[in-house]
């Protein structure tokens, strides 16, 4: 009886050490696959996307900026270009607008003037046509004597007998010719007075030189009887 007893628990303790070595070797083959799994999957909170980390290197940033200063240095000379050409055509303008104005207030004068005289006379009338003269004197709607000569390279302007004399023109603009044509100045001659105006000269602006020929003719409003 003693040795079956001895017999079976030898038998019990090789099966329990046989399920323990089984036990071990699977928790050990548990912990190798998981090793294994974890290095052959990469972790997503770890990878890095290297697509859009790249960057300029100082030769391409070198050549940009040189680039970028050529055009730069050419936009800027045409744009001030452009502002200079527009500076002197503002100038050429307001000069050519005063020469307007110049002719514009002479030909008013003498349409509402009567007693045209060619030449500069304090009274009277004279004609010249065709010869033409730079003085004309008239008497202006309010009864006083106006009188436009050409005084060097400008248009002077004097109302009244012995009156201030003012300059129409402006230093910019040189006057070269300055005509005047009477005719019909006679009352009573059957011809309507009528003054013709010739007018050339330079104007000079912004750098620019531009002649200017005016020609025009006011005829007296007043019927002449």
Known sequence: ???????????????????QSFLTSMIFKNIAQKETKSETTPCRTTKTNYA??????????????????????????????????DRKSRSMRVAM???NLALEDMSRRIKTGTSYDCGGGDIGTNNCDPLGSPTLSFDGQDGKRVTYKLSGTT????IGIGGTTLNVTAPDITINTLMFVVGGSTRGDTAQPYVGI?????????GISSTINVQTMATQRDYDF
């Open 1 to 19: 009886m003693k040795n079956i007893y001895i017999k079976k628990g030898f038998v019990f303790n090789s099966i329990i050490t046989r399920f």
């Open 198 to 206: 010739l007018i050339n000269g330079t104007v000079q602006a912004g």
């Open 97 to 99: 607008d005063n020469v």
């Open 52 to 85: 859009f980390s790249s960057g300029f290197t100082l030769v391409e940033m070198i050549v940009a900026l040189g680039l970028f200063t050529v055009v730069l240095a050419a936009s800027s000379s045409a744009f001030l270009n452009v502002i200079n050409i």
């Open 155 to 158: 248009i002077q302007r004097t």
